[in-house]
């Protein structure tokens, strides 16, 4: 398993923006299909997007397409998710988590896929 560690959490307005980061502590990140997740108060974890280890196009939860986007620095060894046009129902902890496994289509949505978590960041969005 590789240790993760998100930052980049925080309070911000209707409209706005925030990046997220997930960092890595080993070069072996860039071989893992990393997923972002994000459970709201009362609510179940939910799938917000991945990028696969075979770098093929991000794929997303419906109501963050357009809005969201997920990148990854492989110097770095650190995933992004760029998060616009931000709306309160957004507001949720969101965590990282990696896989060495490949996770095709609807397989990449199953939190039980991926074996490496980070701690979690808080996102608040409210006027």
């Known amino acids: 398993q590789v240790q993760l560690v998100e930052s980049g959490g925080g309070f911000v307005r209707p409209g706005g923006s925030l990046r997220l980061a997930c960092a890595a502590s080993e070069s072996t990140f860039r071989y893992h299909s990393v997923a972002w997740f994000r459970e709201a108060p009362g609510k179940d974890r939910e799938f917000v997007g991945v990028?696969?280890?075979?770098?093929?196009?991000?794929s997303y939860k419906d109501s963050v397409k357009g809005r969201f986007i997920i990148s990854r620095d492989v110097d770095k060894n650190t995933v992004y998710l760029q998060m616009n046009s931000l709306v309160p129902e957004d507001t949720a902890v969101y965590y990282c988590?990696?896989?060495?496994?490949?996770?095709?289509?609807?397989?990449?949505?199953?939190?039980?896929?991926?074996?490496?978590w980070g701690q979690g960041t808080q996102v608040t969005v409210s006027s």
């Open positions: 990028i696969r280890y075979s770098g093929d196009i991000p």
């Open positions: 988590a990696a896989t060495l496994d490949w996770v095709p289509g609807t397989q990449a949505m199953e939190s039980q896929r991926y074996q490496s």
